[in-house]
């Protein structure tokens, strides 16, 4: 089974920055690729942004593009989540998940299109 296991969420203030990372093990070939998905209370889970593992080509939701950045490092099975200018309506529950076998080629932030999640780190933006 894949694991992935995140960390670095935290209390930040408005404006702030904040670096979530996703930790991948268990893997015998290559993901399709790796999203963030973050999900506020009484909220459905949405797709915040992608990578895919065979070029690096990345994909953002609009309320995020501008001020978060993915990336990844391949040789350690790690993806990164850069949040700058942070607002309020950020805080969320924030997930990494894998998709294995391609599903999420076309819609890229597409919960369902993952199959392997973690368990979640808390980002909350307030003053």
């Known amino acids: 089974q894949v694991q992935l296991v995140e960390s670095g969420g935290s209390l930040v203030q408005p404006g702030g920055s904040l670096r979530l990372s996703c930790a991948g093990s268990?893997?015998?070939?290559?993901?399709?690729?790796i999203g963030w998905f973050r999900q506020a209370p009484g909220k459905e889970r949405e797709g915040v942004s992608s990578?895919?593992?065979?070029?690096?080509?990345?994909y953002y939701a609009d309320s995020v593009k501008g001020r978060f950045t993915i990336s990844r490092d391949n040789a350690n099975n790690r993806v990164y989540l850069q949040m700058n200018s942070l607002k309020p309506e950020d805080t969320a529950h924030y997930y990494c998940?894998?998709?294995?076998?391609?599903?999420?080629?076309?819609?890229?932030?597409?919960?369902?299109?993952?199959?392997?999640w973690g368990q979640g780190t808390q980002v909350t933006v307030s003053s």
């Open positions: 268990g893997f015998t070939s290559d993901l399709y690729a």
């Open positions: 990578i895919r593992s065979s070029d690096g080509s990345t």
């Open positions: 998940a894998a998709d294995r076998h391609g599903s999420s080629w076309f819609y890229h932030l597409n919960p369902k299109t993952y199959d392997s």
